[in-house]
């Protein structure tokens, strides 16, 4: 008589995963005391409409208008400078952190990079502001530090899982190992590095704008200033260059990165 197959053993992580995540959540419903119906009250929304009935009609003087489109050029500057500088220094970072020079060096890179990304913009401006002083110019390396971390990461990934033949193939046949590297390895990934850099890019755009609130330039800025002065008719013209500028560059990348997967 032929023997039965044993039934596979029956795997349990995924199940500890998914009780591990719904007491996650339950508990943080929880300690978080969330008032959900106090949101809804007549006093909250009277005084919510009375806030938002202070925004209306945004400022129109051409004087205004001006320094409002000063301050859009300079969030945008300061997005694609520090996603620039971002680039390099997370291309530099990665190929160290891809395992090139080795493990010791690797573990070390990927620790750097775990710094740069979980130390978030506003920290990075304030620690900044107090060494540069107040303007755009330390909004643009708080930006440029914590993209680092993050496009250094994915960087590195890239280069990792891009597949090892080609670059083989070049080394076997004399190349050297950065000849190889850079007519192999970095074409395969270019298109992915590209998609992240335009990625981080939308999202400089609008951590520009809020690095602004602690003093770092461009609309943030005016925003924090005109709020405080409850100038609203003010604010909500920089609100609507916020979101002008923001859809603009939303736009540009989707476009920029449609043409890039063609």
Known sequence: ????????????????????????????????????????????????????????????????????????????????????????????LAIPGAGRFGRAPRALIRGLLNVLRSIPELVWASILLV???????????????????????????????APPLPEQTLRLNGATPMAAFFYATLPQTLPQMLSYTLYRWENNIRAAAVLGVVGAGGLGQMLKFHLSLFQMERAATVILAMLLLVAVVDALSFALRRALTR
């Open 131 to 161: 060494a540069a002083g107040l303007g755009p110019f330390a909004g643009t390396m708080a930006l440029a530090a914590h993209t680092a971390g993050v496009l250094g990461r994915l960087f590195a990934d890239a280069l990792e899982n």
């Open 1 to 92: 008589m032929s023997h039965m197959p044993a039934p596979p053993a029956r795997n349990w992580s995924g199940w500890l995963f998914a009780a591990a995540l719904a007491a996650l959540v339950i508990a943080s419903f929880a300690t978080l005391q969330l008032k959900l119906g106090e949101l809804f009250t007549i006093e909250a929304m009277h005084s919510a409409g009375n806030l938002l009935a202070g925004f209306a009609p945004p400022e129109t003087a051409s004087g205004f208008l001006r320094k409002t489109g000063i301050a859009t050029m300079e969030t945008l500057a300061m997005s694609a400078l520090g996603t620039l500088l971002a680039v390099a220094g997370g291309l530099l």
